[in-house]
């Protein structure tokens, strides 16, 4: 797992030269997901997987919000960025299932204020497994967050259930340029081992 966390790398240089066919990487995600740990064994996490033209018209969406938000100045870099999501074989949308946390706020109310951090948490999980699946594929990916502001967009788009809450897009595709050399902060700045 070391390894796979290893390869891990944002990639936002993206294209569509790949190995792997539709189908394998549909089910790398799917069993990322299902192998990813959730409290109680909830299994909250929820994913909307889109290849080519599917994968365009998100892209396409979250392009025509920013255009509405952001400033001139601001705005020519960040569609650029999005090109290069856009280039990509797919992307992942990342949900919780809002009801699934309320299920377990009335089953068990005495950890009712922890359900949404611990949704939180697993949705990370989920996330992370999967980038370290793809990674290991030798399929680049990156991390986005454009959620909320393409929420309601996205619901009508792929008829997503009101209770399923974006949390993150993954975009998805080949490595079409290298990796930056990954720095960290000095360990004793995050660690403690007692013995």
């Known amino acids: 797992m070391l390894e796979q966390l290893t390869k891990r790398r944002t990639q936002y240089a993206l294209g569509r030269n790949i190995g792997a066919g539709e ?30 033209e599917q ?14 938000i952001l400033p001139a100045e601001m705005l020519e ?12 074989v797919g992307t992942v949308l990342f949900f919780e299932d809002q ?26 999980m989920a996330q992370l497994a999967v980038w370290a699946t793809l990674a290991n594929a030798g399929i680049g990916a990156s991390l986005q967050h454009y959620n909320p502001l393409i929420d309601v967009k996205v619901q009508q788009m792929w008829d997503v259930p009101e209770n399923w809450k974006l949390r993150a897009q993954m975009p998805f595709g080949s490595n079409e340029a290298p990796f930056n050399e990954k720095s960290f902060m000095p360990d004793e700045m995050r660690f403690r081992t007692y013995r």
């Open 99 to 124: 009801r699934t946390v309320h299920d377990l706020q009335q089953q068990w109310a005495i950890f009712a204020d922890h359900f949404p951090a611990w949704s939180e948490q697993s949705s990370g």
């Open 23 to 52: 189908e394998a990487i549909d089910e790398w995600i799917r069993e990322a997901i299902r192998q990813s740990p959730t409290a109680f064994n909830s299994q909250g996490s929820r994913a909307i997987i889109l290849f080519g």
């Open 55 to 68: 994968s365009q018209a998100f892209w396409e969406i979250v392009r025509n919000e920013l255009k509405e």
């Open 77 to 88: 870099q960040s569609l650029a960025k999005v090109d290069r999501f856009a280039a990509g």
